[in-house]
């Protein structure tokens, strides 16, 4: 939605299409956008036999007619460009997240999920990534060409810098105490951002006077709710849920914490160092690239509780340290992130693959044989991220 916001409005007309269950269509009508809520397409990452099917027929029909189809995302990654290039769409553009593969995986969905990707980079006329690492890593694994792919640093909300009048008015929205050291994050209670692990790194601080917020919402909450009470530490943990007043309440915290197991390069965290809170994070993808170990911030290894309590106990023991870092940390992003510069980048990059649509450097026309083609990936994709599901049950 910001990089919708972000064009040029007399050159692009821009539609949201998204899950009828996502949080944000009454924000987009307000800024004047088009929107779409999909009925079969659900808000969920995995990939799902039989309801997929529905949803990339539903597709089909709202991308046909579109100059450039733009998508976000593993699964709406895979249905969105399948869906575009069956209706003949001119140009597709994806942005990658991360990778729908990583270390936790068995080696045979990996390697599976990396075949999938491969075949659908050659779906896909442009590439944009969350950090320069992503970038290079699709151009190694072969997922995108060296001229298909540009990073680019996501737009973010604006957020309110660290003050005392801030972190006093943001502690009391959170019903936190003031003078406690508080550690907190914003990301979906999912197993990409290891809440678990987040929440033994803070038991393992073994500080009866320090708080943990979380800012976000997702299906692992239960569970993380279960732990919680499990190390008894209910009375200074805060699950405060989706909220829409994020950049606001980042004050509140002393140390921002994102313990993922994988990442493209996360808005919250830009949106952290922008606010002048330290950092520590997963050296997972991207994110070193903006924390430099030691630098303007801490790295911590991803599903590792205990590596993470290192870090998090140094900024809380060494907050002179701390402070140094946050602020080479927002002197750094002001170098790397200027928001002037998301609509202009986008727009050049439609632009430079709506020409090479044009001049038939890529081809775009339907073919029945692509079409059997994108019936098979679907069906495979599906065997791929449910295994114990026999294939072509699609």
Not at 6 to 17: T, Y
Not at 64 to 91: E, I, K, N, Q, W
Not at 346 to 357: C, H, I, K
Request: glycine residues 10%.
């Amino acid at each position: 939605m910001r990089e919708a916001l972000a064009l040029d409005r007399g050159r692009f007309e821009s539609v949201v299409v998204a899950p009828g269950d996502g949080g944000l269509f009454e924000r987009a009508e307000g800024e004047g956008l088009g929107v779409v809520r999909l009925r079969w397409l659900s808000g969920g990452r995995r990939v799902y036999p039989g309801a997929d099917v529905r949803a990339l027929r539903e597709l089909e029909s709202v991308l046909a007619g579109f100059d450039v189809v733009h998508t976000h995302g593993s699964r709406a990654g895979l249905l969105g460009r399948l869906a575009a290039r069956r209706v003949g769409v001119p140009v597709v553009v994806h942005t990658l997240h991360g990778f729908p593969f990583n270390e936790f995986q068995s080696w045979w969905t990996r390697r599976s999920l990396l075949g999938v990707e491969r075949w659908l980079g050659r779906l896909t006329d442009f590439f944009l990534t969350d950090g320069t690492f992503v970038a290079a890593e699709a151009v190694r694994l072969r997922i995108a060409a060296p001229d298909r792919v540009r990073s680019l640093v996501s737009s973010i909300d604006p957020v309110v810098p660290v003050s005392v009048e801030a972190r006093r008015s943001a502690r009391a929205v959170l019903g936190v105490p003031e003078g406690v050291p508080v550690i907190g994050t914003a990301a979906r209670l999912a197993r990409q951002k290891g809440p678990l692990d987040l929440v033994r790194a803070f038991a393992g601080l073994g500080r009866s006077d320090a708080w943990l917020v979380w800012l976000g919402d997702g299906d692992l909450r239960g569970r993380v709710e279960s732990l919680v009470a499990e190390l008894g530490l209910s009375d200074r943990v805060v699950l405060a849920g989706d909220r829409p007043d994020v950049g606001s309440l980042l004050p509140a915290f002393d140390v921002f914490a994102l313990a993922s197991w994988w990442e493209g390069l996360p808005c919250s965290l830009v949106e952290a160092m922008c606010c002048g809170v330290p950092v520590v994070a997963t050296a997972v993808n991207s994110v070193p690239e903006v924390v430099v170990a030691g630098r303007t911030g801490l790295l911590a290894r991803p599903g590792d509780p205990a590596s993470l309590t290192v870090a998090l106990r140094r900024m809380l023991e060494e907050p002179a340290a701390a402070a140094a870092m946050a602020e080479e940390a927002r002197s750094l992003i002001g170098q790397l992130y200027r928001p002037e510069r998301i609509g202009p980048e986008l727009m050049d990059v439609y632009d430079t693959a709506l020409r090479r649509a044009r001049a038939g450097a890529v081809s775009q026309k339907r073919h029945p044989r692509r079409r059997a083609a994108t019936d098979a990936l679907l069906s495979a994709a599906s065997a791929v991220t449910h295994p114990h599901r026999r294939r072509g049950a699609a």
